[in-house]
């Protein structure tokens, strides 16, 4: 619903990331007074590269430094830079910098930079500030006039700040927990483990074995850039069942081999696969996702994570019990994320100035049951509850503000992506055949007047 009242919040976002600068914008425009808490120097979020990884990897093991960015340094985008970008502020080439349809991580974080200056953001965020603390201050009828505790603390400062607020934007990505899997032997095992969110380059697996767990796409592409200076690199699937691109580059490499699951890791070095068949290895590199977390919150149990389900969320943004006070910005994956995280903001800065309402309690609580129903059903994971993996579910949650629908041009040139990956993993980022749709791309508004406006700085 929507109506004309519009009033002012003090709101928090939690992240200087995607998710948390888009936030930061929708909210301003809205008329809100923003304050963004960042934990590095800069944003980007994700997209901040840190070669830096001294510290304790996930297993306890070796000294690796707790980092939020799980990028590595070869990494290069796995979607063309035409469909990336918020709705209004196209992801544009520009002279002097990586110009190529697949740039690279440094590019994308450029670009956040780029839009981050464009509309003023720096001056509300503070960076190396960590929140500590988020929780409900005792303040009026629950549900409708609390107010919200946040603790944060700046790298350089001796003292925790406390500060009041009347809403909490979470905008805290989820690329930085390792998911990390239950194998027989994995404590025990005495040789390397680790898991690719502290993987940088493929120097110091030079004339290893390497055991790579998880044939996603960052399995796919390390498995690939190792090759080129391990002895050995055993990718181990849930399925040997593989795409038409990774079967090509395992017949290219013969020190590239597939293999099964792995049954357990044995102590004098051998890992098992559940084929009965095993190798010796230096190092097993788990390349097996991310888990959801929130250390900070501190909401009573009114939302938790679960096996990677976050919530009850409405809509994958909002705990009923708290809404629209508290949201949850970036928590959907396999969606075109950048326009996503835009309607996401709309909604909660119209929410929050009264101009749009929500649904009861009791009807988004109704909402979430039948949602989780029908994952339950059609026999999705619980761990997969966030992935939503089709335009339409985009396209009607742009519906509840008026959002527009993704462009047909975009979902055409995400499609043609994912086929050309599937068909040729190590060339699709330099070799496609969908000039025409990129043509009709670059002739849309959203690369003409606003691609225009968006590069006068």
């Given at each position: 619903?929507?109506?004309?009242?519009?009033?002012?919040?003090?709101?928090?976002v939690?992240?200087a990331?995607?998710?948390?600068?888009?936030?930061?914008?929708?909210?301003?425009?809205?008329?809100?007074?923003?304050?963004?808490?960042?934990?590095?120097?800069?944003?980007?979020g994700?997209?901040?590269y840190?070669?830096?990884?001294?510290?304790?990897?996930p297993?306890?093991?070796?000294?690796?430094?707790?980092?939020?960015?799980?990028?590595?340094?070869?990494?290069?985008?796995?979607?063309?830079?035409e469909?990336?970008?918020?709705t209004?502020?196209?992801?544009?080439?520009?002279?002097?910098?990586?110009?190529?349809?697949?740039?690279?991580h440094k590019?994308?974080?450029?670009?956040l930079r780029?839009?981050?200056?464009?509309?003023?953001?720096?001056?509300?965020?503070?960076?190396?500030?960590?929140?500590?603390?988020?929780?409900?201050?005792?303040?009026?009828?629950?549900g409708?006039?609390?107010?919200?505790?946040?603790?944060?603390?700046?790298?350089?400062?001796?003292?925790?700040?406390?500060?009041?607020?009347?809403?909490?934007?979470?905008?805290t990505?989820?690329y930085?927990?390792?998911r990390l899997?239950s194998?027989?032997?994995?404590?025990?095992?005495?040789?390397?483990?680790?898991?690719?969110?502290?993987?940088?380059?493929?120097?110091?697996?030079?004339?290893?074995?390497?055991?790579?767990?998880?044939?996603s796409?960052?399995g796919?592409?390390?498995?690939?850039?190792?090759v080129?200076?391990?002895?050995?690199?055993?990718?181990?699937?849930?399925?040997l069942?593989?795409t038409?691109?990774l079967?090509?580059?395992?017949?290219?490499?013969?020190?590239?081999?597939l293999?099964?699951?792995?049954?357990?890791?044995?102590?004098?070095?051998?890992?098992?696969?559940?084929?009965?068949?095993?190798?010796?290895?230096d190092?097993?590199?788990?390349c097996?996702?991310?888990?959801?977390?929130?250390?900070?919150?501190?909401i009573?149990?009114?939302v938790?994570?679960?096996?990677?389900?976050v919530?009850?969320?409405?809509?994958?943004?909002?705990?009923?019990?708290?809404?629209?006070?508290?949201?949850?910005?970036?928590?959907p994956?396999?969606?075109?994320?950048?326009?996503?995280?835009?309607?996401?903001?709309?909604?909660?800065?119209?929410?929050?100035?009264?101009?749009?309402?929500?649904?009861?309690?009791n009807?988004?609580?109704?909402?979430?049951?039948?949602?989780?129903?029908?994952?339950?059903?059609?026999?999705?994971p619980?761990?997969?509850?966030?992935?939503?993996a089709?335009?339409?579910?985009?396209?009607?949650?742009?519906?509840?503000?008026?959002?527009?629908?993704l462009?047909?041009?975009?979902?055409?040139?995400c499609?043609?992506?994912?086929?050309?990956?599937?068909?040729?993993?190590?060339?699709?980022?330099?070799?496609?055949?969908?000039?025409?749709?990129?043509?009709?791309?670059l002739?849309?508004?959203?690369?003409?007047?606003?691609?225009?406006?968006?590069?006068?700085?």
């Open positions: 619903m929507v109506s004309e009242i519009s009033l002012s919040k003090n709101v928090c939690i992240g990331g995607p998710s948390g600068l888009v936030a930061a914008r929708e909210l301003t425009k809205e008329g809100h007074i923003v304050v963004v808490l960042e934990q590095n120097h800069d944003v980007g994700q997209w901040l840190d070669p830096n990884v001294e510290g304790e990897d297993l306890g093991r070796k000294k690796f430094q707790i980092v939020h960015s799980s990028i590595y340094a070869s990494l290069r985008l796995t979607s063309p830079r469909i990336m970008g918020y209004d502020f196209p992801f544009l080439v520009k002279k002097g910098r990586d110009t190529r349809r697949f740039p690279g590019e994308l974080w450029l670009y780029d839009f981050c200056d464009y509309f003023g953001l720096r001056e509300m965020i503070r960076f190396d500030t960590r929140v500590e603390y988020v929780g409900m201050l005792d303040y009026g009828e629950f409708k006039d609390f107010k919200w505790v946040v603790r944060s603390k700046q790298k350089t400062a001796e003292k925790v700040v406390e500060e009041v607020f009347d809403a909490v934007v979470v905008a990505g989820h930085s927990k390792p899997p194998i027989r032997g994995m404590e025990a095992w005495k040789r390397k483990q680790m898991h690719s969110h502290i993987y940088r380059v493929p120097e110091p697996f030079c004339n290893e074995v390497v055991v790579v767990v998880g044939n796409l960052s796919q592409d390390i498995s690939m850039e190792l080129e200076v391990a002895k050995e690199v055993h990718l181990s699937a849930k399925s069942d593989i038409e691109g079967s090509k580059v395992i017949s290219k490499n013969a020190n590239l081999h293999h099964p699951q792995v049954d357990s890791l044995q102590e004098d070095g051998r890992i098992l696969f559940v084929d009965g068949s095993s190798i010796i290895a190092t097993v590199l788990y097996t996702g991310y888990s959801y977390a929130f250390p900070f919150l501190d009573k149990g009114i938790d994570v679960n096996d990677d389900r919530g009850p969320l409405y809509e994958h943004t909002f705990p009923p019990a708290l809404a629209p006070f508290l949201s949850f910005v970036g928590i994956r396999k969606i075109i994320g950048f326009p996503f995280f835009e309607s996401q903001a709309k909604w909660i800065a119209q929410l929050l100035s009264g101009r749009r309402t929500l649904p009861s309690y009807d988004m609580m109704q909402s979430i049951k039948e949602f989780y129903l029908a994952r339950d059903v059609a026999g999705i619980k761990h997969n509850t966030h992935d939503i089709n335009f339409e579910s985009c396209d009607r949650y742009g519906d509840h503000i008026g959002f527009p629908h462009e047909e041009w975009r979902k055409q040139l499609i043609s992506a994912l086929v050309n990956a599937d068909a040729n993993l190590e060339t699709y980022r330099d070799s496609w055949d969908d000039h025409e749709l990129l043509q009709e791309a002739r849309s508004p959203h690369f003409t007047q606003l691609g225009a406006q968006a590069f006068t700085m």
